[in-house]
């Protein structure tokens, strides 16, 4: 086999939750098309040869062998041959990759607005102008044989609905959620209101072998994990925990994972909701649970970007670096959050929803982290802070961030670094915009 | 996921078990017609073998699309080459 590179670009959840949001703010048109025999499309630059099928052979020509043009699925650089065949299709078009987020392209001319998202074989078309959507499509079904599937209702697993006439727009994993609940045998099982006990601590399984007694626990979090990336910020914690004893888990943590399938089981109808509030605003919300981790006493920090309202992108992560006090913890927290805030930023100037230099707000709980992130005080308790973290420093002198307090009672985030009560937890995940209709 | 339903409808795993079992006659079809796609597509070439090369191997992979209740849509034969060496 002969072949240099086999990376081919598929879409991330945040930018396709981030299209979703500005579809609902701005009333756009979303439909969905699909390419049969879509590896058939790309082609070759290097040669390659298969054995001719049996049963199909040429007569007289047994000995001879093919010669590929078009690439075949099973072949690893296919993907690749394929994208690249329809990158060039859509650059041809007038069309800009986004430099955020390979698979999304975006076309503006005048008032008009194009994305496409791609992911493999389905196309997502987004438009504000119903006749450049004809236009589009009659242009790719003409390159390539294309399925229209018209108005998009489901991708990836996730249930797009729309209410036009309230300008909503709202992402469901019902049915996937319904499968991995009998999958599971979970089914008939009792709800429960929050998915993470806060009186149980988890601890490593300390008799070093798997003591799940047959329960697929990996397959379990592996599932529920899907869920949490798709459409569930409210799991974020909860599956960044378990998912830290992936290797012998034992009846503990078993328990922690069917205690969320009940949770499930009574938050079933939940849906991601995406508005069209004229506020227009881009938050990002950070938090850090200080030394939250029984074992090394290393903290949680959780970061959740809002946008109208409607979460597109969250995160709960435990830190490697011990911190030495909450306000140390926040600021590492900063760190990462302004990561994700200058990749969030550049993908929404790509898609022409924020303007150069424009500042990305973010919200804290912690004074002194904010003030760190303005002047390298307190000499004393910060000279520690290994140089990574001061990266923060360097983007909000730039301007590309910018830290505000908010009181902890309004931090959303904190929901992403440690177990809540019962009220607390319905009140944040509210703020999320997961309805319940 | 595999459900009880789709048990019962057998996935042949092979070319050999696909042309025996009691849908040959569906299977054999999904595959002409799988080779005249590929051949109006233009996907390849019959050429000798250039002395220093070898060529990749194949297989047909066999799948029963179902529709939303379950019920079978289609038999399909997908020729895939093996290229993971």
């Excluded at chain 1, 990376?7 to 009333?27: G, N, Q």
């Excluded at chain 1, 296919?78 to 076309?107: C, G, H, T």
């Excluded at chain 1, 922690?256 to 506020?279: C, E, G, H, N």
């Excluded at chain 2, 590929?38 to 060529?55: E, F, I, Q, S, Y």
Aim: proline share 3%; with cysteine.
């Amino acid at each position: 086999m002969d072949y240099n590179e086999t990376f081919a670009p598929v879409t991330k959840f945040t930018s396709f939750r981030c299209i979703l949001a500005l579809v609902a703010l701005e009333d756009m048109e979303i439909h969905q098309m699909d390419m049969k025999t879509a590896f058939l499309n790309g082609e070759f630059l290097k040669k390659n040869y298969m054995e001719q099928p049996q049963g199909f052979m040429h007569q007289g020509g047994e000995h001879l062998v093919c010669k590929l043009h078009k690439s075949l699925y099973g072949l690893k650089q296919s993907p690749r041959a394929w994208n690249q065949k329809l990158d060039a299709f859509l650059k041809n078009i007038e069309f800009m990759k986004s430099e955020a987020d390979l698979s999304v392209y975006v076309a503006q001319v005048g008032d008009v607005k194009f994305f496409i998202v791609v992911y493999v074989d389905d196309l997502i078309l987004v438009c504000n102008d119903e006749n450049k959507l004809l236009q589009i499509k009659e242009e790719l079904s003409q390159k390539f044989e294309m399925k229209d599937l018209r108005e998009l209702h489901f991708f990836l697993g996730m249930e797009v609905e729309r209410n036009c006439d309230e300008r909503l727009l709202r992402i469901n994993q019902i049915k996937y959620l319904k499968e991995i609940l009998k999958r599971f045998r979970m089914e008939e099982c009792k709800p429960i209101g929050v998915p993470f006990d806060p009186k149980v601590k988890l601890q490593k399984n300390a008799n070093g072998n798997d003591e799940s007694k047959g329960f697929p626990y990996q397959q379990a979090v592996g599932s529920l994990m899907y869920d949490m990336l798709c459409t569930r910020p409210n799991l974020a914690y909860p599956i960044s925990v378990l998912s830290q004893h992936m290797v012998n888990p034992n009846m503990e943590h078993c328990m922690a994972v069917k205690r969320i399938f009940r949770y499930l089981q009574s938050t079933l109808q939940m849906k991601l909701q995406f508005d069209a509030t004229p506020s227009k605003e881009l938050l990002g919300y950070c938090d850090a649970d200080w030394g939250g981790d029984l074992e090394y006493k290393r903290s949680t920090i959780g970061f959740v970007f809002m946008i109208e309202g409607g979460a597109i992108s969250w995160s709960s992560k435990r830190q490697l670096i011990i911190a030495l006090s909450t306000m140390e913890a926040k600021y590492m927290a900063n760190t990462q959050v302004t990561k994700e805030a200058i990749w969030i930023t550049k993908l929404m100037m790509d898609l022409g929803y924020m303007e150069e230099n424009k500042v990305m707000v973010i919200r804290c709980n912690n004074q002194g982290a904010i003030s760190l992130t303005k002047n390298l005080t307190h000499h004393a308790r910060t000279k520690h802070i290994d140089v990574q973290h001061h990266f923060v420093r360097k983007r909000v002198e730039n301007g590309e961030v910018r830290f505000e307090y908010c009181p902890t009672e309004h931090m959303v985030a904190d929901v992403l670094t440690k177990a809540l009560s019962k009220e607390r937890h319905h009140k944040l995940i509210n703020m999320f915009k997961l309805e319940t209709s | 996921m595999k459900r009880a339903t789709v048990a019962v409808l057998e996935e042949p795993q092979n070319i050999k078990k696909a042309l025996t079992c009691e849908n040959s006659k569906e299977w054999e079809c999904a595959m002409q017609e799988e080779y005249d796609s590929l051949m109006t597509n233009n996907t390849w070439t019959l050429v000798p073998l250039p002395a220093d090369r070898k060529p990749i191997s194949y297989k047909w992979v066999f799948k029963i699309k179902q529709g939303a209740n379950g019920e079978v849509e289609r038999y399909k034969a997908r020729l895939v080459a093996r290229g993971f060496t």
